[in-house]
Nanobody
Framework: QVHLVESGGGLVQAGGSLRLSCAAS????????MYWYRQAPGKQRELVAG???????NYADSVKGRFTISRDNAKNTVYLQMNSLKPEDTAVYYC?????????WGQGTQVTVSS
């Protein structure tokens, strides 16, 4: 059974930093691409960043240069380092992966950036 657990969210002032973690189980983590999504109130869920099994990364334009996705295969964990946070980064952040044709999501962690 695939299980994803996010942590690290919280309240931070604009310009601050947070690091999110997502611990995975039930998959062969090292061969899975991993993703971070976010959903703000009243908005659709959007892709924030992704990292392949080989370590290649991609980012939404809105977070390029401020966020960094990374992975530790020994710990079955993917991270999202978020710097220079803005109020518009406020959202619930979700970790996602897939096994076969099925997507798996974590429960989400709230990030709130005050101005």
């Amino acid at each position: 059974q695939v299980h994803l657990v996010e942590s690290g969210g919280g309240l931070v002032q604009a310009g601050g930093s947070l690091r999110l973690s997502c611990a995975a189980s039930g998959i062969i983590f090292s061969i899975n691409a991993m993703y971070w999504y976010r959903q703000a109130p009243g908005k659709q869920r959007e892709l924030v960043a992704g990292i392949t099994s080989g370590g290649s990364t991609n980012y939404a334009d809105s977070v390029k240069g401020r966020f960094t996705i990374s992975r530790d295969n020994a710990k079955n964990t993917v991270y999202l380092q978020m710097n220079s946070l803005k109020p518009e980064d406020t959202a619930v952040y979700y970790c996602k992966t897939n096994r076969g044709t099925r997507d798996y999501w974590g429960q989400g962690t709230q990030v709130t950036v005050s101005s």
